[in-house]
């Protein structure tokens, strides 16, 4: 890898601790494992006003380079991490959230159909948005974010175009 990012874990539940966290510390494990930093991690209930002050804070931070946000992305009432981020965001990646449902549809089949992830850009800052469950963060972290946010993968990656993110 050409380039080390500077990477925030957010892990959204009503239901785990700092003890139990096993999505965020999947997540945590796995970037500094592929040669980036953990920047910042935090855990917050379904609460959409406390997740966009924390993510807003993160956004705004000129060292922060993306969030990964673990948990709130289904269909119960409190789930609220879309509706906390999508407002946020400047750009949407909507190819994120379809390509995850396409794999995650191999592994769940059509209960893939529930998820609601998603990612985009706020202030040259990439946000992605995973189901709280440890096979999706998995799933997500093998098979997507880690090749999109290596500098070598071929012929285009996430990771080679935050020099231009901010024009």
Not at 3 to 31: F, K
Not at 108 to 122: D, H, K, M, N
Request: with cysteine.
């Amino acid at each position: 890898m050409s380039l080390a990012l500077n990477l925030c874990v957010l892990t959204v539940s009503d239901s785990r601790s700092a003890a139990d966290d096993a999505s965020g510390d999947y997540l945590a494990a796995a970037l500094q494992a592929d040669g980036h930093r953990l920047y910042a991690r935090g855990l917050l209930p379904d609460d959409k006003y406390r997740l966009r002050a924390l993510l807003s804070q993160w956004i705004a931070d000129p060292a922060v380079d993306g969030i990964l946000c673990t948990g709130g992305t289904g269909f119960t009432g409190r789930d609220s991490t879309p509706e906390a981020v999508q407002p946020l965001l400047d750009k949407e990646m909507p190819g994120f959230g379809e390509l995850f449902r396409q794999l995650s549809y191999a592994d769940i089949g059509t209960s893939a159909l529930q998820s609601r992830a998603l990612a985009g850009l706020a202030n040259g800052v990439f946000v992605f948005c995973l189901p709280g469950s440890t096979s999706a963060c998995r799933l997500a972290w093998e098979q997507i974010l880690r090749q999109q946010l290596n500098g070598g993968t071929k012929p285009c990656n996430l990771a080679m175009l935050k020099a231009r993110l901010r024009e």
